[in-house]
C-alpha cells in the first residue's frame, strides 16, 4: 500500500528573485572603463544574493557633488516616486557612487525617498550590509563625509596646479580666445602640434600654451580696438559693422555686443593670462572674485595689441560706471541750446559732448523734462510732443515720400523726432516700421538682378561702397534689404565683383 506523503513536501516551493535596477557614474571621461568596472561587482553581488538586475541608470562624466548635472539619478528618483517600477530594489557600487554631496543629508534624504516608495539601496562594494541598522547608519555616515571631504581636497589640490600653471604662462582653459590658438609642447618645450577646438592633449606632461591665430583674425581683433578707442564707437556698431561685411571668421555664429565686449576686456590680447576671475568651487554658484585674487601670468608670445590701447578700453569701460555728474551734463546742453536758440533730441544726437538722447532718458525722463530744467525751448515748426499716433502717421507720410525708410533719412528729416525717439517709444526702428507695415528688407519687390544693378551703378558713381554711402543714396535701396536679401554686404559686392572692403581702405596699425 503506497504511503501519503505530506501536502507540503509534495510541493516543490520556487523562490523568485528580486529584481532590481543599477545605478553607475563615472565623474570624468578619462575614467573609461569605470562603468563597466561598477557594473561587473554589481553583477556579481546580485548573483550571490538572488538579485536579478533589469534596468540600468548611467551618468557618464558627471560629478558627483550635485543632482542638478546627473539626469540619469533625476530620472532614477523620478521612476521611484512614481510608484511605477518593474523593480523592487536598487544596486550601487559604494556610498561615493551614489555622490559626493557636501550636505551629507541631501545623500541620505534621495536613499530615504527610495525607502520610503519600498525600493532599498544596496551598497554591493561596501563592507557592511545596508540593513537600517544602527551599526549601518554609522558607517554611511563617515562614508558619505569621506566621501565629501575627498572633493574638497581634490578642489584644492586642483586649483594650486592651475595657478601654477598660470603663474607660468600657461593655459588651462580649454577654448582659446579669438584670434589665437593652442599650441600643445612637451617637456622641454617643444612645439608638437596645433589643437582643434575642443580637442585634449593625452600626456600629462604635455603642457598647452596660446600663439598668435591666422592673421586674418588677428587684423580683426587689432580692428574691433582700434574702432572702439580710437573711433569712439559703440560694441553694437562695431558686431554689425563686423557681420555687414562677412567678417565673421573663426566664429560659429554672427558677432554680437556681448562678444565684443568680451573680447575688449580680455587681457590675453595685450599680453597676459588672468585666470581665476570668477570661481564655482564645489559646483557652488559662480561668485566674481576680486582682482587681487586673479591669477596672472605671461603670454608666450608678442601682445596683439599695445598695452596703451588695451588700458584705454579699459578706461572707457570704468568711465561707463561713473555716476553722471547732472549739473556738469545740464550746463553743457544749456550751452548748446544757447548756441542754437533751441534744444531737441537730434541736436543732441549730433553733438560729441553730450550724451545721447537714450542715456538722457535714463537720468533725467526725456528731453522735454531737460528742456524744463535749463528753460530752453523746442526746434521752432511742427510741434515736438508726437503721440504714439502722431510719431506713426509722420512716419508713414515720410515713407511714401521716400519709398523706403532708413536711420539716416529719418535723422535727416525735419519734420520727424530723431531715430532715438521712435528707439524710446517703440523699442525699436524695425519694431515701428512694422507697425506702420513696412517691411525694410522686401525691396518693394524688385528682383537681384535690378538690386544688383542699382549697386554697381552707385559704384561707377562713387567709385567705392560702404554702408553710408548705400543708405544715402537715392537709387538703392537700404543696406537692410541687401543683407535680408544676400545674406551680407559683402556676399553682394562678390557677386557684382567688388572687393572693396575695410581693409582695402585702411591697414590695421602693426604689432
Same mark, same amino acid.
Not at 506523503?5 to 565623474?27: F, G, H
Not at 554631496?101 to 545596508?130: I, L, M, W
Not at 568680451?262 to 561668485?287: H, P
Not at 537715392?474 to 534689404?481: E, N
Given at each position: 500500500?503506497?504511503?501519503?506523503?505530506? &501536502?507540503?513536501?509534495? @510541493?516543490?516551493?520556487?523562490? @523568485?528573485?528580486?529584481?532590481?535596477?543599477?545605478?553607475?557614474?563615472?565623474?570624468?571621461?578619462?575614467?573609461?572603463?569605470?562603468?563597466?568596472?561598477?557594473?561587473?561587482?554589481?553583477?556579481?553581488?546580485?548573483?550571490?544574493?538572488?538579485?536579478?538586475?533589469?534596468?540600468?541608470?548611467?551618468?557618464?562624466?558627471?560629478?558627483?557633488?550635485?543632482?542638478?548635472?546627473?539626469?540619469?539619478?533625476?530620472?532614477?528618483?523620478?521612476?521611484?516616486?512614481?510608484?511605477?517600477?518593474?523593480?523592487?530594489? /536598487?544596486?550601487?557600487?559604494?556610498?561615493?557612487?551614489?555622490?559626493?554631496?557636501?550636505?551629507?543629508?541631501?545623500?541620505?534624504?534621495?536613499?530615504? !525617498?527610495?525607502?520610503?516608495?519600498?525600493?532599498?539601496?544596496?551598497?554591493?562594494?561596501?563592507?557592511?550590509?545596508?540593513?537600517? @541598522? +544602527?551599526?549601518?547608519?554609522?558607517?554611511?555616515?563617515?562614508?558619505?563625509?569621506?566621501?565629501?571631504?575627498?572633493?574638497?581636497?581634490?578642489?584644492?589640490? @586642483?586649483?594650486?596646479?592651475?595657478?601654477?600653471?598660470?603663474?607660468?604662462?600657461?593655459?588651462?582653459?580649454?577654448?582659446?580666445?579669438?584670434?589665437?590658438?593652442?599650441?600643445?609642447?612637451?617637456?622641454?618645450?617643444?612645439?608638437?602640434?596645433?589643437?582643434?577646438?575642443?580637442?585634449?592633449?593625452?600626456?600629462?606632461?604635455?603642457?598647452? !600654451?596660446? !600663439?598668435?591665430?591666422?592673421?586674418?583674425?588677428?587684423?580683426?581683433?587689432?580692428?574691433? $580696438?582700434?574702432?572702439?578707442?580710437?573711433?569712439?564707437?559703440?560694441?553694437?556698431?562695431?558686431?554689425?559693422?563686423?557681420?555687414?561685411?562677412?567678417?565673421?571668421?573663426?566664429?560659429?555664429?554672427?558677432?554680437?555686443? #556681448?562678444?565684443?565686449?568680451?573680447?575688449?576686456?580680455?587681457?590675453?590680447?595685450?599680453?597676459?593670462?588672468?585666470?581665476?576671475?570668477?570661481?564655482?568651487?564645489?559646483?557652488?554658484?559662480?561668485?566674481?572674485?576680486?582682482?587681487?585674487?586673479?591669477?596672472?601670468?605671461?603670454?608666450? $608670445?608678442?601682445?596683439?595689441?599695445?598695452?596703451?590701447?588695451?588700458?584705454?578700453?579699459?578706461? /572707457?569701460?570704468?568711465?561707463?560706471?561713473?555716476?553722471?555728474?547732472?549739473?556738469?551734463?545740464?550746463?553743457?546742453?544749456?550751452?548748446? #541750446?544757447?548756441?542754437?536758440?533751441?534744444?531737441?533730441?537730434?541736436?543732441?544726437?549730433?553733438?560729441?559732448?553730450?550724451?545721447?538722447?537714450?542715456?538722457?532718458?535714463?537720468?533725467?525722463?526725456?528731453?522735454?523734462?531737460?528742456?524744463?530744467?535749463?528753460?530752453?525751448?523746442?526746434?521752432?515748426?511742427?510741434?515736438?510732443?508726437?503721440?504714439?499716433?502722431?510719431?506713426?502717421?509722420?512716419?508713414?507720410?515720410?515713407?511714401?515720400?521716400?519709398?523706403?525708410?532708413?536711420?539716416?533719412? /529719418?535723422?535727416?528729416?525735419?519734420?520727424?523726432?530723431?531715430? +532715438?525717439?521712435?528707439?524710446?517709444?517703440?523699442?525699436?526702428?524695425?519694431?515701428?516700421?512694422?507697425? /506702420?507695415?513696412?517691411?525694410?528688407?522686401? &525691396?518693394?519687390?524688385?528682383?537681384?538682378?535690378?538690386?544688383?544693378?542699382?549697386?554697381?551703378?552707385?559704384?561707377?558713381?562713387?567709385?567705392?561702397?560702404?554702408?553710408?554711402?548705400?543708405?544715402?543714396?537715392?537709387?538703392?535701396?537700404?543696406?537692410?534689404?541687401?543683407?535680408?536679401?544676400?545674406?551680407?554686404?559683402?556676399?553682394?559686392?562678390?557677386?557684382?565683383?567688388?572687393?572693396?572692403?575695410?581693409?582695402?581702405?585702411?591697414?590695421?596699425?602693426?604689432?
Amino acid at each position: 500500500m503506497r504511503s501519503k506523503l505530506p &501536502a507540503e513536501a509534495s @510541493t516543490k516551493t520556487i523562490k @523568485t528573485p528580486t529584481r532590481a535596477a543599477q545605478y553607475v557614474r563615472m565623474s570624468t571621461d578619462y575614467q573609461k572603463y569605470s562603468t563597466e568596472n561598477q557594473s561587473e561587482a554589481n553583477q556579481a553581488y546580485a548573483a550571490l544574493h538572488g538579485i536579478q538586475i533589469v534596468r540600468t541608470y548611467t551618468d557618464s562624466g558627471r560629478s558627483g557633488l550635485t543632482i542638478r548635472a546627473r539626469p540619469a539619478l533625476r530620472q532614477l528618483i523620478a521612476d521611484v516616486k512614481a510608484g511605477q517600477t518593474e523593480f523592487t530594489a /536598487i544596486l550601487v557600487y559604494d556610498v561615493s557612487r551614489w555622490g559626493r554631496f557636501q550636505d551629507t543629508d541631501e545623500s541620505s534624504y534621495y536613499e530615504f !525617498v527610495c525607502k520610503r516608495a519600498g525600493v532599498p539601496v544596496h551598497y554591493c562594494a561596501e563592507p557592511f550590509e545596508n540593513d537600517g @541598522t +544602527s551599526f549601518a547608519a554609522i558607517i554611511k555616515s563617515i562614508k558619505r563625509a569621506m566621501a565629501a571631504e575627498y572633493s574638497r581636497e581634490l578642489s584644492i589640490k @586642483t586649483f594650486v596646479g592651475k595657478a601654477n600653471l598660470v603663474r607660468r604662462g600657461f593655459r588651462v582653459g580649454s577654448s582659446p580666445p579669438y584670434g589665437t590658438r593652442r599650441l600643445l609642447i612637451d617637456a622641454s618645450g617643444t612645439a608638437k602640434l596645433i589643437l582643434d577646438s575642443g580637442q585634449l592633449k593625452s600626456l600629462q606632461n604635455d603642457r598647452i !600654451v596660446l !600663439v598668435p591665430g591666422p592673421s586674418e583674425e588677428v587684423r580683426i581683433v587689432q580692428r574691433i $580696438f582700434l574702432a572702439f578707442v580710437n573711433h569712439h564707437k559703440p560694441e553694437s556698431l562695431i558686431a554689425k559693422e563686423l557681420n555687414d561685411e562677412g567678417l565673421v571668421v573663426g566664429l560659429p555664429r554672427p558677432w554680437t555686443y #556681448a562678444r565684443v565686449r568680451w573680447l575688449l576686456r580680455n587681457e590675453v590680447y595685450a599680453g597676459d593670462v588672468v585666470w581665476n576671475r570668477t570661481s564655482a568651487k564645489l559646483r557652488t554658484k559662480k561668485i566674481h572674485n576680486d582682482p587681487d585674487q586673479w591669477i596672472r601670468g605671461k603670454c608666450f $608670445f608678442a601682445p596683439l595689441i599695445e598695452r596703451s590701447q588695451f588700458d584705454a578700453a579699459q578706461a /572707457i569701460f570704468r568711465k561707463r560706471l561713473e555716476p553722471y555728474p547732472k549739473e556738469l551734463v545740464l550746463e553743457s546742453i544749456r550751452s548748446v #541750446a544757447r548756441e542754437h536758440g533751441f534744444l531737441d533730441g537730434r541736436l543732441v544726437e549730433n553733438s560729441r559732448e553730450l550724451p545721447s538722447v537714450r542715456r538722457l532718458y535714463g537720468v533725467f525722463g526725456g528731453i522735454g523734462k531737460v528742456r524744463d530744467l535749463i528753460g530752453a525751448t523746442s526746434r521752432p515748426g511742427p510741434p515736438y510732443h508726437f503721440t504714439d499716433n502722431e510719431l506713426m502717421v509722420a512716419l508713414r507720410r515720410l515713407l511714401r515720400r521716400k519709398g523706403r525708410l532708413t536711420r539716416h533719412i /529719418i535723422q535727416a528729416c525735419r519734420d520727424l523726432p530723431c531715430p +532715438s525717439v521712435y528707439e524710446h517709444r517703440f523699442g525699436s526702428l524695425s519694431r515701428a516700421y512694422q507697425l /506702420i507695415g513696412y517691411d525694410s528688407g522686401r &525691396a518693394n519687390g524688385r528682383s537681384n538682378e535690378r538690386l544688383l544693378e542699382a549697386l554697381q551703378k552707385l559704384l561707377r558713381k562713387k567709385g567705392q561702397l560702404s554702408m553710408k554711402l548705400i543708405d544715402r543714396s537715392k537709387t538703392c535701396p537700404s543696406s537692410a534689404t541687401y543683407r535680408a536679401r544676400f545674406g551680407s554686404l559683402v556676399q553682394a559686392y562678390r557677386l557684382i565683383s567688388y572687393e572693396g572692403t575695410y581693409w582695402n581702405q585702411r591697414k590695421p596699425p602693426s604689432c
